[in-house]
């Protein structure tokens, strides 16, 4: 199997790396803007390198879009027209307009494209679904989210990142909907910049907090933070009637007790996402190689990541004009 791999930033050379692990790749390809760097990620994984006009003229088998967030849907567009499975990077597109566009396109193209929501593969999201799925927890009473970077986020990388709602909580909502099985109705969103500027002067936010409603009556709440002085904390902790459980939480868990002999500050916290979810993209890795290879289903087709484009749109419309915002309002049609 021939991958070609558009994009040779920090996700598009953990997409080389992974590939090129896999014992049914061949061949990985790689290209970018940055021919340097695209020859560095080429050369470390033993692949070849090509300019970024020629990457999807090599015949490839599948193709891997992981360039910045506002060349996606410009790069999906391009990629459907070979008609091969494709892996992207979240979100589709940088708004609706786009992400119904690359959502359409790939529905009359016929293509399966797999979008890099890689919580959906992480094992103890996974067990918590089908804690979920199988009755263990019972009657959902609530879920919460934590998303907290460990680094505040460089100032060049915020004007193209669509903001905390598209960049950062487009995976809580997703994720939302992957561990309950049910759909978001309505979300109640707030934010502001409590430390970083560089936010402000993008009309982006630092912290933001979501209570996201779903179509069963449960609420799930999400707090965000560009910044966490003691490491990168993503999880979720689930409670029902029958169990209450949380994903994420462990003694890398960057949260330090104030009781007698609780926690500390942890020895190795998490870094970062290629940390934190080391496991996930690998199993986000084999899944899309078994699609190419026509031994399983799309695990996450594009229709999944425009539900949570609309929820993050309504969590900015509800932070705009302080209300909740029912997501019938922003709906992508089906």
Do not use: W
């Amino acid at each position: 199997m021939k991958v070609v791999v558009v994009g040779a930033g920090r996700m598009g050379r953990r997409r080389a790396e992974l590939l090129a692990r896999h014992g049914a790749v061949e061949s990985v390809v790689v290209a970018s803007r940055n021919e340097p760097s695209a020859r560095a990620v080429a050369d470390s994984v033993g692949g070849r390198c090509v300019p970024l006009g020629a990457a999807l003229e090599v015949r490839p088998d599948a193709v891997v879009v992981s360039l910045a967030t506002a060349s996606h849907a410009e790069h999906l567009l391009a990629a459907l027209r070979l008609g091969v499975p494709i892996l992207t990077e979240k979100p589709l597109a940088v708004d609706l307009a786009g992400t119904r566009e690359v959502v359409a396109a790939a529905r009359s193209a016929g293509v399966e494209v797999q979008v890099g929501f890689q919580r959906r593969f992480d094992p103890a999201y996974v067990e918590a679904a089908r804690l979920v799925a199988t009755g263990a927890l019972g009657t959902l009473y609530h879920v919460h989210m934590t998303s907290h970077d460990r680094d505040v986020t460089p100032e060049e990388y915020i004007p193209g990142s669509g903001g905390i709602f598209r960049d950062l909580h487009v995976h809580d909502f997703d994720a939302a909907r992957f561990l309950t099985g049910r759909e978001i109705v309505e979300v109640d969103a707030r934010a502001s910049v409590r430390a970083h500027p560089r936010f402000a002067r993008h009309d982006d936010f630092d912290v933001a907090t979501v209570l996201a409603t779903m179509d069963d009556g449960l609420v799930v709440t999400v707090t965000g933070a560009r910044h966490d002085p003691l490491g990168y904390d993503f999880r979720v902790e689930m409670f029902g009637t029958e169990d209450s459980v949380a994903a994420g939480a462990s003694p890398r868990t960057p949260l330090r007790s104030l009781e007698a002999g609780g926690p500390g500050v942890p020895e190795r916290p998490y870094e970062g996402f290629l940390d934190r979810f080391a496991a996930a993209f690998e199993a986000e890795t084999s899944a899309f190689v078994d699609l190419v290879l026509g031994r399983g289903t799309n695990p996450c087709p594009p229709e999944e990541a425009a539900r949570a484009m609309e929820a993050a749109v309504a969590c900015e419309r509800s932070v705009a004009e302080h209300r909740p915002v029912g997501l019938a309002e922003v709906q992508v049609p089906a």
